[in-house]
Every structure is written in C-alpha cells, then in structure tokens.
C-alpha cells in the first residue's frame, strides 16, 4: 500500500511539473521524441517531461535596429544610412524548423537587403522619396522571411549620414533655388500689377471725373502725414481746355476797323487807300492822288 501511495504521489508530481502555461503573445512548439508535436497555447498545456520538449516563441511585433551601414548610391555618393525593420512571427513552427535563430537571421537579412538596394537608388530618391525606398525594402525581406514564417511589417529609413561637402552643394543649390522662385513669383507679381494697372487705365479714360478723384484721395493721403511740403502731379488733359480755347482765340481773323470809330492812344489810324477821284481817266486820277499824298 505504501508503494502505491509512493507511486501514485510520483505520477501526480510528474504530472504537476508537465504542464505549462502559455501567454496569450506566446505559443509553444512542442517537439515528443524528437518529433514536431504541434503548436500549443495559450493557456495551460500538458507537455511530459523527459518524453516531450517545449518552444515558446513570441507572436509581438519585434523592432529591430538596423547598425548605420556605408552604402554608395548610384550616382557614386558615399552615405552611412540607418534603418529599422519591425516584423513578427506569423507560424512559430516553421521559425524553430526551418531556421535556428530567426531574429539574427531577419537581422542579417536586413543589412545586406539595405546596402543593395540602396547601391541602386539616387541619393535625391534616398531624400525625398523614403516612401518608395522603403516599400522596395519591405517586399524584398518579407519574400526572403516568408519560408521561416517571419512577417515583416516595415522598414523604415531612419537616418542618412551625408559627407559635408554634399551638404554645403545641397545647401547652395536649396538656395538657387529658391532665388529662382523668388524671381518667378516677383515677375509673376509685376505682370499681374501691369494688367490691373491697364485696366484701370481704361476705366478712368470711359470716366474722366474718376481720376480727378483719384487725385483728391491722393492729396488726402498726403495731408495725413503732416507734410510742410506737397507735390501734386497735374495731368496735362485738365489743361488741355484752356489751351484749346487760347489757341483758337489767337487764330481767329481780326475784324476790319470801322471808319468812324476811335482809335487808340499812341496808335496811327490805319491807312486806307485813296479812293480814285470820279469823273477823272484813271491817270488823272492816279497823278491827282500823287499830288494828294505830296
């Protein structure tokens, strides 16, 4: 009776210590006799001792760093470019099977993935476009982890190391060209200016009493700053009247002088030809009117 006791409190301890528990991250690669057993978990699971052995693998997201790496692109410029990769185990049985460490091994992977890839990207793809760069690098690791059962989520670009003589060229060119826009936009603003300045001409001609109070608005203006001195343009179309009328005055004919009117002081009454006597030839006339002015 004793030795059953004995036996039975054996079994119960044996039975005690087989059995685990596994996490809800977790599950468990159970390999009996060397043999793959099946994935297990979570919760509480049976796994005999001695007979059977137990591989917990983790199904969270990993993030792993990516060391800066020396990469020269295609147009020949060295870089030191870093990187992070984040990927989970999607069947634990093929990550302890087909490989046996699957966090060096997507590590690795990752590195060299990253150096070819970028040998083939421009340096201004690399810059401005990461987006590309790293949709390029999560298809390529996620076809090479796909046989372990390893899911990579992404890759993203962290940090590109340029040489200082790439950053003072990129500098100088970031400053021609905004030199350029700033050019651009300020003959976009003159020519914007001439066309509202030409319609505006063209209102004030339809409405010559427009720009008489344009001057007066402008004259305000003037008076609000408290000026001792003012200069006012005058526009030669508000004398154009007066010189108009002037220039008709001085080209009218002069009317003839009437005999009986007065004439002015100081000035000789103008002289009329003699009138032919009557009744005379004409060269009695003539000689009578020589003796006349004698």
């Known amino acids: 009776m004793e030795v059953l006791l004995g036996a039975l409190g054996v079994l119960v301890a044996y039975s005690f210590l087989s059995l685990h528990i596994i996490k809800q991250y977790e599950r468990g690669v159970v390999f009996f006799l060397g043999r793959y057993w099946g994935t297990k978990g979570p919760g509480v699971i049976f796994v005999p001792r001695v007979l059977a052995h137990i591989r917990r693998v983790s199904l969270r997201i990993?993030?792993?760093?990516?060391?800066?790496?020396?990469?020269?692109?295609?147009?020949?410029?060295?870089?030191?470019?870093?990187?992070?990769?984040?990927?989970?185990?999607?069947?634990?049985?093929?990550?302890?099977?087909?490989?046996?460490?699957?966090?060096?091994?997507?590590?690795q992977?990752?590195?060299?993935?990253?150096?070819?890839?970028?040998?083939?990207?421009?340096l201004d793809d690399l810059l401005s476009d990461r987006k590309k760069v790293n949709a390029i690098l999560k298809e390529i690791i996620d076809q090479r982890t796909e046989p372990w059962g390893v899911e990579v989520s992404a890759v993203e670009v962290k940090d590109v190391v340029l040489?200082?003589?790439?950053?003072?060229?990129?500098?100088?060119?970031?400053?021609?060209?905004?030199?350029?826009?700033a050019k651009v936009i300020n003959a976009q603003g003159e020519l914007q200016a001439s066309e509202a300045l030409?319609?505006?001409?063209?209102?004030?001609q339809t409405q010559p009493a427009a720009i008489q109070l344009?001057?007066?608005q402008t004259v305000t203006e003037i008076a609000a700053e408290n000026n001792s001195t003012t200069i006012f343009p005058l526009p030669?179309?508000?004398?154009?009247?007066?010189?108009?009328?002037?220039?008709?005055?001085?080209?009218?004919?002069?009317?003839?002088?009437?005999?009986?009117?007065?004439?002015?002081?100081?000035?000789?009454?103008?002289?009329?030809?003699p009138e032919p006597s009557k009744g005379l030839p004409p060269v009695a006339a003539a000689r009578a009117a020589e003796r006349e002015g004698a």
Do not use: C, H, W
Request: aromatic share 4%; net charge neutral.
């Open 163 to 181: 040489p200082e003589g790439m950053k003072r060229a990129i500098a100088r060119q970031a400053e021609a060209e905004r030199e350029r826009r």
């Open 198 to 204: 030409a319609q505006a001409a063209q209102m004030l």
């Open 62 to 107: 990993v993030a792993t760093d990516i060391p800066p790496q020396d990469v020269i692109t295609r147009d020949n410029i060295s870089v030191k470019v870093n990187a992070v990769l984040y990927f989970r185990v999607q069947e634990p049985g093929k990550a302890v099977i087909e490989i046996q460490d699957y966090l060096y091994a997507v590590s």
């Open 109 to 122: 992977l990752a590195q060299t993935t990253l150096l070819s890839v970028l040998g083939q990207v421009q």
């Open 214 to 216: 344009r001057y007066l």
């Open 236 to 273: 030669i179309d508000l004398l154009k009247p007066f010189l108009q009328g002037g220039t008709e005055r001085a080209t009218e004919p002069a009317a003839p002088a009437s005999a009986g009117a007065p004439s002015a002081p100081g000035v000789p009454p103008a002289l009329s030809p």
